[in-house]
């Protein structure tokens, strides 16, 4: 106890003598925004009253505007910095494709922007193999912290943790009860079925859809997050170490089902914001959603909410993928040691559990911090969520999870060909598997 005592007074003494020193940058940069609706309750009583020059800790993400978690994000950051006498923690959101593009070009820089940054599964382990981030153990040490989820173990180099999980989405299918019951279908418990199901769930004439998926280039962060799901329904990997699998059975069964659903079941053209629009309002009947996704319908679809449900995996593996969203630090920054502050405030199990509940999470990087009451309250968490044989991504793309943009670029860019073009799935990923294995010969 008196040694974490120490650590924050010790911490405390640096960020005030340093914080004159960059109170001109701190001045100029712009103010933390409001969240919406009242902050959470704080354990530390009342606000500390600020007596100077606030250092400035800037923080990157792309969900700043995504319904409840937006809204719980920026309570928190509220909540911190009415606490803080000494930091302000100011938020810039980016959409998520635009976001992934401007990470990955400050990994290849090597100068990454922002003091806090969040970064998806596959961004993670090139941030910390180019040796950008500052270590995090201290966070765990400070709070005490003993179970963290096994899934941090690709956030670990040379004995350091460089990043903490701050949502965990896992894919499951999730569908409107009332189309199911107003086509007196039941969950498909086969992917043969399952397209089957989609289909007769689809009326084109009436544009009505059975299945929504991401499809387009242009939306090609979006697009690979989505297809990458698609190895799962026949048990394969996309590759393995530096060799891709793109023209093995379980990829091209796996595109084929998706080719199928594309083409009896889809709205096809349409792009990621009118197909969420066409799900909200009833018309596409279900997807393949991440559970991070579901708490967001809450707000933004009020009549649609009460009616979600989750299927059954409708394969036989029950195997789906779970991505975990670590939040890091810019070793480079300037204000590092205020950043930490901030992350170790979150990760304060009593903060990270009201962060989780608060965005409608459901799986916890910190078990402990769980509540079976809240888990319980969640009526379309169950079969789809739970129970289920979670893998991650570096379970499945191999050594390409350094560079999984650009090998999903090659994956979806001709797989279009199949979509638009009328060219074979064999030929298309028989091309893919050659220019992937260029790649690995590039990044070797």
Request: glycine fraction near 6%; hydrophobic fraction near 40%; charge should be negative.
């Amino acid at each position: 106890m008196s040694t974490e005592k120490n650590q924050m007074l010790n911490r405390r003494t640096f960020l005030k003598t340093t914080a004159f020193g960059i109170a001109a940058a701190a001045m100029a940069a712009c103010a933390a925004p409001v969240a919406p609706g009242a902050a959470p309750a704080t354990e530390s009583g009342a606000p500390a009253v600020s007596t100077g020059a606030k250092q400035t800790v800037r923080y990157l993400s792309w969900w700043f505007e995504e319904g409840n978690r937006g809204k719980t994000w920026l309570a928190f950051v509220d909540e911190f910095n009415q606490s803080q006498p000494d930091i302000e923690v100011v938020t810039e959101n980016t959409p998520f494709n635009d976001y992934t593009t401007k990470t990955i070009v400050g990994a290849q820089s090597g100068q990454l922007d922002g003091d806090i940054v969040m970064a998806t599964p596959e961004l993670a382990p090139r941030l910390i193999r180019a040796d950008l981030l500052m270590p995090l153990d201290e966070v765990l040490t400070r709070n005490n912290i003993t179970d963290l989820s096994s899934a941090h173990d690709a956030m670990r180099k040379d004995g350091h943790i460089y990043g903490l999980d701050m949502v965990t989405v896992a894919f499951g299918i999730l569908y409107n009860s009332q189309r199911y019951e107003e086509a007196g279908v039941t969950p498909a418990t086969t992917p043969d079925e399952w397209i089957a199901l989609s289909e007769e769930l689809t009326d084109r004439d009436a544009q009505k859809y059975g299945f929504f998926a991401t499809h387009l280039l242009n939306e090609a962060s979006d697009f690979w997050f989505q297809l990458e799901e698609w190895c799962m329904p026949y048990d394969g990997v996309w590759a393995v170490g530096k060799e891709p699998q793109l023209t093995s059975e379980p990829i091209l069964k796996g595109l084929d089902m998706f080719k199928q659903l594309y083409d009896k079941a889809m709205p096809q053209g349409s792009d990621t914001p009118t197909g969420q629009r066409l799900f909200k309002v009833g018309d596409v009947a279900q997807g393949l959603f991440v559970s991070a996704a579901v708490g967001q319908f809450k707000p933004d679809a009020p009549d649609l909410y009460p009616l979600l449900r989750s299927a059954p995996i409708p394969w036989e593996s029950n195997k789906s993928i779970a991505r975990i969203h670590p939040m890091m630090i810019n070793n480079s920054s300037e204000v590092k040691e205020a950043a930490l502050e901030f992350v170790t405030y979150m990760y304060k199990p009593d903060n990270y559990r009201r962060m989780v509940e608060g965005c409608e999470d459901v799986i916890f990087a910190q078990p402990s911090a769980a509540r079976q009451e809240y888990l319980d309250s969640l009526h379309w968490l169950k079969p789809g969520y739970d129970g289920v044989s979670y893998v991650t991504p570096f379970d499945i793309v191999g050594d390409f999870v350094y560079n999984f943009q650009e090998f999903g670029q090659i994956v979806i860019t001709n797989f279009a060909n199949v979509l638009n073009g009328g060219i074979s799935i064999e030929e298309a990923m028989a091309t893919a598997q050659t220019e992937a294995e260029a790649l690995a010969e590039r990044i070797s």
